[in-house]
């Protein structure tokens, strides 16, 4: 079976296509229909659990190929039904990144692997077309590093490289940005941006995060729960839709959502909203003009409140670091000085490699300081085990897999109690499991549970431990929009029990919406130690440190508001006091 | 990457800690390509291997076997193998040495009995330290390509190369596992004579890692057999061209026939010589 090539056929086409996953309840997919063409740029969004990953697996025919399950309609690819082809005769047309690319690098080196596939293949200039792919992302400088030692933006990079080895028609990454920070998730867009417009493939993306889409995309695809394509649009149209985005619980760009509230009553039916701060610069340009003194409605936020007393961590001139495999001794902190006190609500934000894990590692006792002294409590870490200050600290990892020790999610949060052998335990465990939503999950494998499920499970472990200070990894990385608001809800259930938490993040909404004490680091060493509006009024420190304000903040930057607004909410608050002042001097 | 100082004052902990055996592990994988040995075909290396592995235990001479053993020594010394490779080869050699011991004196034997039993201390010695002298010097790929090569399936050879690439990461799993179970444990509260209480709680949680570990790996592997059947890996191992185009590097060099003849010559004087003086 196969379509009549013509110029403008669409490079894959499905033609409404169901599918089930073998012992399945429900369909994955449900009638979809949809065509791609070539030289497109385009995202397909939707909720989870709405069949992204499962469409884009349609492209590439690891399903119906490899996931035998009941599949009506047919995909063609380049004119040609997949059902007809292999796996690997589609993977020449159609390249996939998985969202957890790490385990698809299946070779020691960065060259190796992106040789890999044409080797396969039996291409007998297998290392020019592997070397081609590293020159197309321009990362041939990291051909002989060995995978393990790369960080997650180059392991990006190599899976990248290795899908393009094969010169495919069309690249389909699954979600770049969940597990990358934002300045890497960049970095892999602008690599899309070329391929795409230098070596004209056509690239699909599913994303939820509306600015990259809106900064990259073309076309947008609307999938919802069932499996359902609710729309495709351009990307200005689509991202212009914001009630509907929020019914799917997709955050549309913040200048959109703004936009939404300030002109929802003035805007023409079905015009289009900003979606990028050049627009949204350009629409309000002439507005914000006027200056505006900042009130004390929005700038109490950000006072601190540092209590007198005893602090509660100490740092007094700590070096510490990691042995290289050359057994050199690698110093990652560079003489650190830090008081922690009760009440704080750190942010420890820093490029990766910039020394956040380590220096949460060294409060949890799980590492030492070469030199200088760390003091939780009073106690000096060099003097106690990990196991004497987890009665202090609770210390959860970025990876939640790494924290399920045994057989439920509620042994799991019931093991530190029990370890210490405490009496009638059940009613506050109850507890901790209804707060954290869990009571109908107890009874499951950590591992088995959504990515929100996991944090939330990672939080209850915590409060369990009934800690004075609480130390977080990364929290927020690889969650949706929804479990991340979720995320900051729980926070705040937090601030009641904990004297003290800090959260190594990368997510600058988490900074601007939670924290009250922000600490920028970089190569070992604190770079600004103050309060999240703060922050954001030094570019030239974000940059050294490799963060990106919120939109929003870049905005006010853009416009001339100082202090920046923090929150959506904040700068509507602040452009209709600006309007209203209008009028009074209008009027006057 | 990080160098885990775990137990108070215990400095035993820290040249064991899962950090220190990762560290050393990769270096023995990968950390050496300059090595004298690391130079030949590893196809040859294997063939040479294999003697001075099944050899030994043939060999009654002493003569012969300490011949063997002061060659073996040098190139393993020029190999540059890790430290801790030595401790467990020493910790070996002393057990062994004294379980000889007792159990010729305990059946009445003797120290001629003793020093009988010590040829086969010495044969393990002359396999042992071949064996880290090569493996070594050879990194996992080369290992692979040559197993590939001898006709071992594909599969296979690739499965050492895939062992080996996901070594570090499962090690630094491992670890984080570990302090899981620390972090949220409670040490013995007294420690027992000679700290017997702590070494079974170590003992204890370092065992009981392994069961997440394990999980954790099972989910995993699911993209990576997609990955596999994507890069057309099941495809590849049905075609021998593609065998012919990975294995094209490989060539035995006129140093590897010379280094093969060099060992000849020398372990037929070691025979000569043990004719004539047998120890």
């Not at chain 1, 007998?124 to 590293?134: C, I, P, T, V």
């Not at chain 1, 939404?260 to 003009?289: D, F, N, V």
């Not at chain 2, 003569?63 to 490779?85: C, E, F, Q």
């Amino acid at each position: 079976m196969a379509l009549q090539s013509t110029e403008e056929q669409p490079i894959i086409q499905l033609d409404n296509v169901t599918f089930r996953y073998p012992g399945a309840e429900a369909n994955s997919l449900e009638g979809v229909s949809l065509s791609i063409y070539r030289g497109d740029f385009i995202a397909i969004a939707g909720s989870n659990g709405s069949g992204k990953s499962t469409l884009c697996k349609c492209f590439n025919g690891l399903i119906p190929t490899y996931y035998s399950g009941d599949m009506e309609g047919t995909v063609f690819v380049d004119g040609i039904a997949t059902a007809e082809r292999s796996v690997a005769e589609l993977s020449r047309n159609v390249a996939y990144v998985f969202q957890d690319f790490e385990n698809q690098l299946v070779r020691p080196t960065v060259y190796d692997e992106a040789c890999f596939a044409p080797l396969n293949f039996g291409y007998e200039d297998y290392k020019e077309r592997g070397m081609n792919a590293l020159r197309m992302l321009e990362i041939e400088h990291l051909r002989n590093e060995w995978i393990w030692q790369l960080s997650g933006g180059q392991k990006h990079m190599a899976a990248l490289a290795a899908a393009l080895a094969l010169d495919p028609d069309v690249i389909v990454v699954d979600e770049p940005v969940a597990q990358l920070d934002p300045a890497h998730a960049r970095v892999i867009y602008e690599k899309l941006k070329l391929l795409n417009e230098r070596y004209g493939k056509t690239i699909v993306v599913i994303e939820h995060h509306t600015e990259f889409i809106a900064d990259y995309c073309r076309k947008m695809v609307l999938m919802e729960r069932g499996g359902r394509v609710r729309w495709v649009k351009s990307v200005a149209e689509g991202l212009s839709a914001v009630s509907e985005l929020n019914e799917m619980n997709i955050q549309p760009p913040q200048v959109t959502q703004a936009f939404h509230a300030l002109c929802r009553e003035q805007a023409i039916e079905g015009a289009l909203y900003p979606i990028t701060i050049e627009e949204a610069a350009l629409h309000w340009g002439s507005a914000a003009k006027r200056e505006l003194p900042s009130t004390d409605a929005y700038a109490s936020a950000a006072s601190s409140s540092r209590s007198a007393g005893e602090p509660l961590v100490r740092f007094e001139g700590v070096i510490s670091g990691y042995q290289g495999i050359d057994r050199k001794k690698k110093p990652i902190l560079q003489g650190i000085d830090l008081s922690i006190h009760e009440g704080d609500r750190i942010a420890l934000i820093g490029n990766n490699g910039a020394g956040k894990s380590t220096l949460l590692r060294l409060i949890s006792g799980l590492r030492r300081p070469w030199e200088g002294k760390v003091t939780v409590c009073g106690r000096d870490t060099r003097k106690s085990t990990p196991e004497e200050l987890s009665d202090l600290v609770a210390f959860l990892f970025q990876n939640p897999e790494e924290m399920f020790i045994a057989d439920n999610i509620r042994q799991d949060v019931e093991y530190f109690l029990r370890a210490r052998q405490q009496q009638g335990i059940e009613p506050f465990i109850e507890d901790v499991l209804r707060r954290f939503k869990l009571t109908e999950l107890q009874q499951r494998d950590g591992r088995l549970l959504s990515g929100g499920q996991q944090r939330r499970t990672t939080l209850a472990i915590g409060m369990a431990m009934r800690p004075t200070i609480m130390l977080l990894d990364e929290p927020t990385a690889s969650l949706d929009i929804a479990s991340r608001k979720e995320l900051t809800l729980l926070f705040d259930q937090l601030r009641d029990e904990v004297k003290a938490v800090v959260v190594a993040t990368h997510d600058m909404q988490l900074v601007a919406d939670w924290a009250n004490r922000v600490i920028v680091m970089n190569e070992g060493r604190i770079l600004l130690d103050t309060d999240s509006r703060t922050v954001f009024q030094h570019p030239d420190i974000l940059d050294r440190a490799a963060l990106v304000a919120p939109q929003i903040v870049q905005l006010c930057g853009r416009l001339g508001i100082e202090p920046a607004c923090l929150s959506v909410e904040q700068f509507i608050a602040y452009m209709e006091r600006a309007q209203r002042e209008e009028l009074v001097y209008g009027i006057g | 990457m990080e160098l885990a100082e775990p137990a108070r004052k215990s400095s035993i902990w820290e040249k064991l800690s899962v950090e220190r055996i990762k560290i050393e592990l990769l270096r023995t994988a990968y950390g050496q390509s300059r090595t004298f040995l690391s130079r030949f075909d590893p196809r040859m290396l294997i063939g040479w291997y294999s003697f001075f592995a099944i050899a030994p235990w043939f060999i009654h001479n002493k003569t012969v076997l300490i011949g063997m053993l002061l060659a073996i020594a040098v190139l393993t010394y020029t190999s540059k193998p890790s430290v801790l490779v030595f401790i467990v080869l020493a910790f070996g050699l002393v057990t062994d040495t004294a379980y000889m011991l007792i159990v010729a004196l305990a059946f009445g034997g003797g120290l001629p009995a003793a020093l009988a039993l010590s040829t086969l201390t010495l044969k393990l010695l002359v396999i042992a330290l071949a064996s880290i002298a090569v493996f070594s010097s050879m990194d996992p790929e080369k290992l692979s390509d040559a197993l590939l090569s001898l006709g071992m399936p594909a599969q296979f050879s690739f499965g050492v190369a895939y062992g080996y690439r996901m070594l570090p990461i499962l090690i630094e799993e491992y670890n984080n596992l570990l302090y899981s179970y620390r972090l949220r444990g409670r040490t013995p509260l007294r420690k027992g004579l000679l700290g017997w209480r702590s070494l079974v709680y170590m003992g204890k949680i370092s065992i009981l890692a392994f069961y997440p570990l394990i999980l954790n790996t099972a989910k995993r592997t699911r993209t990576t057999v997609e990955a596999l059947e994507v890069k057309g890996f099941t495809y590849a191992v049905k075609d021998p061209k593609v065998k012919r185009i990975k294995l094209a590097y490989l060539k035995i060099l006129p140093r590897d026939y010379a280094f093969l003849a060099i060992s000849a010559i020398y372990v037929a004087f070691l025979f000569w010589l043990g004719n004539q003086y047998t120890l």
